[in-house]
């Protein structure tokens, strides 16, 4: 299983399930990380965290913590 955390720069995956419970789940498919979007990573913070995405014609900057809950394609 490969999540998002472990996309690197210029990738673009698409997402094959979304994991995690309750609150955290539904802020993440909130978003706009559902199954089926096509996600790129745009950048990612010097230290590593967080990362800036682009998905749905919009950017979202997430942290890996969360970004770890997104299984990838």
Known sequence: ??????????DTVTVKAVNGDGPV?????DMGITKGVE?????VAPLGDPMELNLRGYELTLRRADAVMVEID
Not at 1 to 10: I, Q
Not at 25 to 29: G, T
Request: without cysteine; hydrophobic residues 40%; proline residues 0%.
């Open 1 to 10: 299983m490969k999540t998002l955390k472990e996309a690197r720069v210029g």
């Open 39 to 43: 996600i790129y990573v745009r950048k």
């Open 25 to 29: 789940r539904r802020r993440i498919m």
